[in-house]
């Protein structure tokens, strides 16, 4: 109940606040139009007063004056625009179903109402998950068919009414018809409602990974326990170590200095001129309000922060990056791009949308535009850490550190023609959060774009050490996030779903964390090479001391 009065009122309020739609963009603005038509309606009361002195002076109504006449104009078409206007509203509203933004915000409160205490996890009989299936006799027709092809693996949900089922029969034809065996791919415990049309299709089990746990993290005068899922040995424990290193000289601190997801669509024209002329027009300052007024009529968080064009001849790249609130982003920026696609097409007819994305975004390949222009988040964190701490914790020194991070981090990365890889394993760190906390793992290629520096200050005697990261993709809300595992761990360190006091401030939050981590990876794992214990330490964590030949296939 609560819950709901809740929803309502912050619906209400967003209501309020951000209900812009494309027709705010047209040149003159509706309320005008709406005061003028609201006017000339109450022409029907001159209509009135007319009439009452024609009965009083036995004057036949059809007996009509100009005044008469336009009184009469102006009356119905101020009727006509007042219907239109909001009697197409009232009969949209009631036909057409809830869009996904309330959909979304109806199953947040759901979730809400149902919340724990902040930090309790939730019991597990409470998650929906999968029990053992004993498969029946009719399952085994179920098997043989999909085995034959009589029922295509796909289709099983919808036929059978049952994920569980359908994914323990999916599993079963599978390994008869491939003739290897699955155990050992947990199919039990898995959390297929969660899963079901946003996460992953046509599932058979899921994959076990751990999650290890580094910190305390100082962060911002902040204390985070940071879950890291790997299977790579050493790597949380040398986390966990830079952790100990930056809590013992006092913190790191961190500061966002841009939030913008960016997609890219190409479009075509007859001309390289017109590409030209379609680039100044976006470009002009002048336009910006127009455009941000339709691109943020899709969604009440996502806002269009600037747009950056590109030409190659008769094509243009047009890079839109908006805020997403506490999304990755990725869909809510698509759906504004194709608001404003939409809106260009009446401006310039001879636009072709040849793609929505034109790969000027660039979303999950090495590219320069990311690290220079920066996508999602960017962060840059730093901390001093005293010389003493240095040797004891990172059994090195100030001076060997910086030495290496010039010749490996930055001249090392050069000689190989680096592209944002100044660092020494950013993405280790990246790749081991995303994972727990449900991001888009695919998204590490670039929001491991990181370069770290070193500097010996205080007369040498401690090192000042920082990374920034240009391009951290993370959400808080949407995709893997909601998962049981990967919400616990967001919840874990206090960002879990979405923020509704701050919207935006929980993903902000997770991207500093990440270069916190990243920051106390890059410490460790230096000083590790510097003291020249890397190869000793991996042979003792990272090497299995199983004969691994004698593993079967
Ligand atoms: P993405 O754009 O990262 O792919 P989604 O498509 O899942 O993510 O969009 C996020 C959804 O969450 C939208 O429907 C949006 O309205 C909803 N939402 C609720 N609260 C927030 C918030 N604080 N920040 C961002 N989105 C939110």
Redesign the pocket.
């Known amino acids: 109940m609560e819950g709901r009065r809740r929803k309502s009122n912050s619906k209400a309020a967003a209501d309020e606040s951000s209900s812009l739609k494309a027709s705010d963009a047209v040149p003159l603005p509706v309320y005008l139009t709406n005061a003028f038509f609201f006017t000339v309606f109450f022409s029907v009361y001159f209509l009135l007063l007319r009439w009452r002195e024609k009965i009083r002076n036995s004057t036949p109504l059809h007996v009509v004056s100009l005044s008469d006449i336009a009184a009469m104009v102006t009356f119905v078409g101020s009727f006509i625009y007042l219907v239109g206007f909001f009697g197409i509203g009232f009969v949209q509203s009631i036909i057409i179903p809830e869009d ?2 309330d ?3 109806r199953l ?1 409160v759901k979730e809400d109402s149902e919340k724990l205490p902040c930090a309790a996890a939730p019991k597990s009989d409470d998650l929906k998950i999968a029990k053992k299936i004993e498969l029946t006799a009719d399952d085994e027709e179920i098997i043989k068919s999909v085995v034959e092809g009589k029922i295509p693996s796909y289709a099983l949900e919808s036929k059978l009414g049952d994920c569980h089922r359908a994914a323990a029969i999916r599993r079963e034809a599978l390994q008869r018809i491939t003739g290897k065996s699955l155990e050992g791919l947990p199919l039990e415990g898995l959390d297929y409602e969660s899963i079901l049309g946003q996460c992953c299709e046509m599932p058979v089990g899921y994959v076990q990974i751990p999650v290890g746990i580094a910190g305390p993290l100082l962060l911002d005068e902040c204390e985070y326990s940071v879950p890291m899922a790997t299977t790579e040995g050493c790597l949380v424990a040398s986390t966990n170590r830079g952790c100990k290193a930056i809590y013992a000289s006092g913190g790191a601190t961190s500061s966002l200095y841009r939030d913008a ?1 960016t997609r890219a669509p190409v479009v075509r024209f007859g001309s390289a001129k017109r590409a030209a002329e379609l680039k100044h027009f976006l470009e002009d300052p002048l336009n910006f309000e127009t455009l941000s007024l339709v691109f943020n009529s899709s ?3 996502g806002r269009l922060q600037s747009i950056k064009c590109a030409v190659a001849g008769k094509n243009l790249y047009i890079r839109f990056s908006c805020s ?11 759906k504004g791009v194709q608001n404003t696609l939409d809106f260009l097409s009446n401006q310039f007819p001879d636009m072709d949308v040849m793609g929505i994305s034109g790969n000027y975004c660039s979303d999950k390949k090495p590219a320069a535009v990311n690290w220079i222009e920066g996508r999602g988040k960017s962060v840059v964190c730093e901390a001093v850490i005293q010389g003493d701490i240095v040797n004891k914790v990172l059994k090195t020194d100030v001076a060997s550190l910086v030495e290496l991070n010039m010749l490996k981090n930055l001249t090392g990365s050069a000689v190989a023609g680096a592209l944002g890889g100044f660092n020494a394993h950013a993405s280790n760190i990246v790749s081991a959060i995303y994972i727990a906390t449900g991001q888009d793992p695919a998204q590490n290629i670039e929001s491991s774009h990181c370069i770290t520096m070193m500097e010996a200050v205080n007369d040498g005697k401690d090192l000042h050490v920082s990374v920034t990261m240009p391009c951290i993709e993370v ?1 808080t ?3 893997g996030t909601q998962l049981a595992s990967q919400s616990a761990c967001l919840n874990l360190l206090g960002v879990k ?4 006091e701050a ?2 401030s ?2 902000r939050l997770l991207a500093t964390i990440v270069t916190g981590s990243v920051l106390a990876g890059e410490l460790s794992l230096m000083s590790a090479i510097a003291a020249g214990q890397l190869v000793k330490s991996h042979m003792k964590y990272n090497r299995s001391n199983k004969d691994v030949a004698n593993i079967k296939s």
């Open positions: 996904d933004e959909e979304f915000e947040m997801m969604s009440r968080f997403t609130g506490d999304a990755m982003g990725m869909n809510m920026v698509s959400g809300v949407g995709g779903g979405a923020n509704k919207p935006g929980n993903a």
